[in-house]
């Protein structure tokens, strides 16, 4: 047997489970925080009874259907009673609790409905889950389920020492619920002020109760926190009723609530109507609609992006939305504050083409996580002296450099500084993406850290970083800075002199070049020198403004291209033209009537002119793509896009500079070459279903070092299939195309 703490605390939990009259104390179990350690994983608990989801209902219509088909799957007729209850649908996330002879034995989340995460050592350190069942009468076993969730006051608390910490704020409440209750360290969960309402039971080994109503009643007796604004209803009208109330209190309610659900109280006419595949029949989720309010558009600030993309965001009056108070939106671009942007649900223009002015009285909703969004504007209570918002043209930082409009292949217009690495911005982007956690990850400096040491001039590009150690004593007389902090600081930077070369490259921040691109270059290349090496000879390959234009023609495909690049390389062109003679007419005669009839087409209707055609093609044969740069840019996960943003990056010479200065203060440490001759060299894996040996990550670095490809779809080009428990569309899809599909054991057996 294992002597873990975990495992000595699960022996302790079945011993006092046994005899609970010999509990001491001083028992483990009942210390908020018991188990503090950490371990690198959840394990999974099976729930006895699955934990189900709850079908939705939008409308009083749809409201009244689900009581209708209750009632005739009943036999009830019209006239006999049939109460339910109505309380708020917490926004949470749903944990059930196992009790054996009143004893807290494991807590698991919901995970997948029939199998979830061990969360038994952090549901102890919630202050409302009774580490023991109070009072008596609870049966010898029981699963009481609930939603765990953090009140508004809360949440605040904890994004602002988020913040504190140098790390990213959540992004609601449940989120940050979510990410506590499933932190590896229970310390860590029992610093965060959790809660928990029970409203629901999974197995129970004896009845414990006749109604809904009295079942709730039972958990309060046995020391839960349980739903105050809990109802009884007779009929749908009730129902409705309290459905607004719950609406008209929701933001002064405290906590994220997004509908009403609506439950038959009687125990034993649930039991009769039972489940439809993932719903109970006896319940159903009445939604609220996306919550809106109005308030005052009071400025459109514009933020500069690391690549230079200035966002134009909306400050708002704040104004309480759905629980949660909003003062800002997001405005997308210039199209979209214009009302020019076309609206994906109707494809007529924005807001019906009204464009947003600063001062304007604007709608706004929120619907779940998305961030808030400006959905109306109420032109009549506009000022008569309100102009138009002038989108900027110059960057707002100090140095004013133009912005020019960048319209992508995607149609999405935005307005680019191009200041670079000049632009005070786009620089503190850049660090902020250098020392994040997909990058270099240093611990204790996030934005606030970075903006503050950029306005002091200590830190101005990545490799000052390195540098701020020769800085100590001046960092000791900023605020919030003692001897520990500015130690563990310089400490957590220390560790990243060496950095792996996918980490090294994507810190560079370079545009197109993600997190995924990086651990591809670096395998392909394997080391600085040659992934540098590499750059230089597809920069000397790069195809020629020439080539492009014809390459993007509609109608001359790549190898018409081939043939006729070839041609005029051969010096094929004999043909003596005057200036003004048409391409339509000597391309038959010129030696390429082969071409095919559409990429003739193509290049007569593009070129009127023989003369600019001639000049065309034979600066494009000049200039096609050279092998390096054909190579370079073939890498799955490159592409020619993020090949060039690499060339043009190592061009400009601030930024050679840049790398040349951080390179003398860290090292990349060469990446393991993928192997070559492993039984899945150059195939493309996908991953489904839960891995319970082994994390995704860990299995996805173990599939790439192998030489194969992961991907996380599966098509026509997938090898394998690797499925675990709970695997649904993915594996559904690899059958049907007749994909090779083996166990996580089978996978472990062929990755060695
Ligand atoms: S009852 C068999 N009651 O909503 C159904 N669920 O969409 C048992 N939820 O997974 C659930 N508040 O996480 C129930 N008062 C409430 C709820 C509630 C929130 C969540 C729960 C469930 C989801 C279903």
């Known amino acids: 047997m294992s002597n873990t703490p975990i495992a000595l605390e699960q022996r302790n939990a079945a011993l006092e489970a046994a005899f609970p009259h010999l509990i001491r104390d001083d028992s483990p179990s009942k210390s908020v925080g018991a188990a503090t350690t950490a371990q690198a994983k959840f394990s999974k608990i099976t729930h006895a009874v699955p934990m189900l989801s709850l079908d939705n209902a939008f409308s009083r219509d749809d409201v009244a259907d689900f009581i209708g088909r209750a009632r005739r799957f009943l036999g009830l007729d019209e006239t006999a009673p049939l109460?339910?209850?109505?309380?708020?649908?917490?926004?949470?996330?749903?944990?059930?609790?196992?009790?054996?002879?009143?004893?807290?034995?494991?807590?698991?989340?919901?995970?997948?409905?029939?199998?979830?995460?061990?969360?038994?050592?952090?549901?102890?350190?919630?202050?409302?889950?009774?580490?023991?069942?109070?009072?008596?009468?609870?049966?010898?076993?029981?699963?009481?389920?609930?939603?765990?969730?953090?009140?508004?006051?809360?949440?605040?608390?904890?994004?602002?020492?988020?913040?504190?910490?140098?790390?990213?704020?959540?992004?609601?409440?449940?989120?940050?619920?979510?990410?506590?209750?499933r932190q590896l360290d229970p310390a860590i969960t029992a610093r965060r002020p959790l809660s928990f309402f029970a409203y629901a039971w999974g197995e129970a080994s004896a009845a414990f109760a006749a109604t809904q109503m009295e079942a709730v009643a039972r958990f309060a007796d046995w020391g839960f926190a349980t739903n105050p604004d809990m109802v009884l209803c007779a009929d749908t009208d009730a129902l409705i009723a309290h459905y607004d109330s719950l609406a008209r209190r929701r933001a002064g309610l405290g906590y994220d609530i997004d509908g009403v659900v609506y439950k038959v109280n009687d125990l034993a006419l649930q039991a009769r109507l039972g489940f439809v595949t993932r719903f109970p029949r006896w319940a159903i989720a009445h939604k609220f609609p996306p919550e809106r309010a109005q308030t005052i558009l009071e400025a459109i600030d514009i933020q500069v992006g690391r690549t230079g993309a200035l966002t134009p965001v909306a400050r708002l009056k704040p104004v309480t939305v759905g629980g949660v108070v909003v003062s800002n939106a997001t405005l997308h671009n210039e199209d979209f504050i214009a009302g020019r942007a076309q609206d994906k649900a109707t494809?007529?223009?924005?807001?019906?083409?009204?464009?947003?002015?600063?001062?304007?009285?604007?709608?706004?909703?929120?619907?779940?996580?998305?961030?808030?969004?400006?959905?109306?504007?109420?032109?009549?209570?506009?000022?008569?002296?309100?102009?138009?918002?002038?989108?900027?043209?110059?960057?707002?930082?100090?140095?004013?450099?133009?912005?020019?409009?960048?319209?992508?292949?995607?149609?999405?217009?935005?307005?680019?500084?191009?200041?670079?690495?000049?632009?005070?911005?786009?620089?503190?982007?850049?660090l902020e993406l250098f020392v994040s956690r997909k990058a270099y990850d240093i611990d204790g400096l996030g934005p606030r850290q970075l903006q503050d040491f950029f306005d002091r001039g200590l830190v101005k590009e990545p490799a000052d970083i390195f540098r701020l150690k020769d800085h100590r004593d001046t960092l000791l007389t900023l605020e919030g800075y003692g001897e520990t902090s500015v130690d563990n600081?310089?400490?957590?930077?220390?560790?990243?002199?060496?950095?792996?070369?996918?980490?090294?490259?994507?810190?560079?921040?370079?545009?197109?070049?993600?997190?995924?691109?990086?651990?591809?270059?670096?395998?392909?290349?394997?080391?600085?020198?040659?992934?540098?090496?590499?750059?230089?000879?597809?920069?000397?390959g790069r195809p020629g403004?020439?080539?492009?234009?014809?390459?993007?023609?509609?109608?001359?495909?790549?190898?018409?291209?081939?043939?006729?690049?070839?041609?005029?390389?051969?010096?094929?062109?004999?043909?003596q033209a005057d200036l003004f003679a048409s391409t339509?007419?000597?391309?038959?005669?010129?030696?390429?009537?082969?071409?095919?009839?559409?990429?003739?087409?193509?290049?007569?209707?593009?070129?009127?002119?023989?003369?600019?055609?001639?000049?065309?093609?034979?600066?494009?044969?000049?200039?096609?793509?050279?092998?390096?740069?054909?190579?370079?840019?073939a890498a799955d996960g490159v592409g020619p896009v993020a090949a060039?943003?690499?060339?043009?990056?190592?061009?400009?010479?601030?930024?050679?500079?840049?790398?040349?200065?951080?390179?003398?203060?860290?090292?990349?440490?060469?990446?393991?070459?993928?192997?070559?001759?492993?039984?899945?060299?150059?195939?493309?894996?996908?991953?489904t279903g839960s891995l319970e040996k082994m994390t995704r990550d860990e299995a996805k670095a173990k599939a790439l070092s192998l030489g194969a490809k992961v991907s996380g779809s599966v098509s026509a080009k997938t090898d394998l299939v690797v499925a675990g428990p709970g695997a649904g569309s993915k594996l559904a899809k690899a059958t049907e195309l007749g994909i090779r599909v083996i166990s996580e054991d089978e996978w472990l057996e062929l990755a060695g």
């Open 489 to 540: 600081l310089l400490a957590a930077i220390e560790a990243r002199r060496q950095i792996s070369l996918a980490r090294f490259i994507f810190g560079l921040g370079v545009r197109h070049v993600g997190e995924t691109t990086g651990g591809v270059l670096a395998r392909t290349h394997g080391s600085w020198s040659a992934f540098k090496a590499a750059v230089d000879a597809a920069a000397a």
């Open 545 to 575: 403004p020439d080539y492009l234009l014809l390459e993007a023609l509609h109608g001359l495909g790549p190898k018409a291209l081939g043939i006729l690049l070839d041609r005029v390389a051969a010096g094929g062109l004999h043909v």
């Open 83 to 181: 109460p339910l209850t109505a309380e708020p649908k917490i926004d949470g996330l749903s944990l059930s609790l196992r009790y054996e002879k009143g004893v807290l034995v494991h807590g698991a989340t919901r995970g997948d409905g029939r199998e979830g995460e061990d969360v038994t050592a952090n549901a102890r350190t919630l202050a409302t889950v009774p580490h023991r069942l109070a009072g008596s009468g609870w049966p010898d076993v029981i699963d009481v389920r609930g939603e765990v969730y953090l009140r508004h006051a809360d949440f605040a608390a904890l994004n602002e020492a988020q913040a504190q910490a140098g790390l990213p704020p959540y992004a609601n409440p449940r989120n940050a619920a979510a990410g506590s209750l």
């Open 644 to 687: 060039d943003a690499l060339i043009d990056f190592f061009a400009e010479p601030h930024n050679a500079d840049a790398v040349a200065r951080l390179l003398a203060e860290v090292t990349p440490v060469d990446a393991v070459a993928p192997k070559a001759d492993s039984a899945v060299t150059g195939k493309t894996v996908v991953f």
């Open 584 to 633: 339509a007419d000597l391309l038959p005669v010129s030696g390429l009537a082969d071409l095919p009839a559409p990429a003739r087409r193509a290049l007569a209707d593009a070129f009127p002119v023989w003369s600019d055609f001639e000049a065309t093609v034979k600066a494009a044969a000049a200039n096609r793509p050279g092998d390096a740069w054909i190579g370079f840019a």
């Open 347 to 430: 494809g007529g223009p924005v807001r019906g083409g009204k464009d947003l002015r600063p001062g304007d009285l604007v709608t706004i909703q929120r619907a779940g996580d998305v961030i808030p969004q400006i959905v109306d504007v109420d032109v009549g209570a506009r000022s008569p002296d309100s102009v138009p918002f002038a989108f900027p043209t110059i960057c707002p930082c100090p140095l004013q450099t133009a912005c020019n409009r960048d319209e992508g292949e995607d149609a999405a217009v935005v307005r680019r500084c191009s200041g670079e690495f000049a632009c005070p911005f786009q620089r503190l982007r850049h």
